[in-house]
């Protein structure tokens, strides 16, 4: 009998890309491009999430100090205080739809331009 001794190890990790320096990085950040990627995340990230957690506290208000309003029955047993806290997933959902294509058509392809530069000069 002989016993086969296991083969060796293979490596099966492919060499990524270059790592940029980081000089490069600082370089990258002071940017004209990366100022433009910013700039186009927040003038949408900061004024959605300002608007969504004021409509989150009038809903908390309008909860907590107007009980006959938010008590008032519009069909059946549904009465506004439900309607308005189901809108709050609703509009939750809608956030993140809208971020996510936001991103899709603006943000990413900036960023990987971005990338693609910095692996390019790395």
Do not use: C, K
Request: glycine share 6%.
């Amino acid at each position: 009998m002989t016993t086969d001794a296991p083969p060796p190890p293979v490596n099966h990790t492919a060499p990524g890309p270059a790592q940029p320096t980081t000089e490069s990085f600082v370089e990258t950040q002071r940017s004209e491009e990366f100022g433009e990627l910013r700039h186009a995340y927040r003038s949408f990230a900061f004024p959605l999430t300002i608007a969504f957690v004021a409509w989150y506290l009038v809903y908390v208000l309008l909860s907590n100090y107007a009980g006959g309003f938010m008590g008032t029955r519009l069909f059946g047993h549904i009465n506004v205080a439900l309607v308005l806290g189901l809108a709050q997933f609703l509009t939750t959902f809608l956030i993140a739809w809208w971020y996510a294509r936001h991103a899709a058509n603006e943000l990413d392809p900036r960023a990987e331009a971005i990338r693609a530069r910095m692996e390019g000069e790395a």
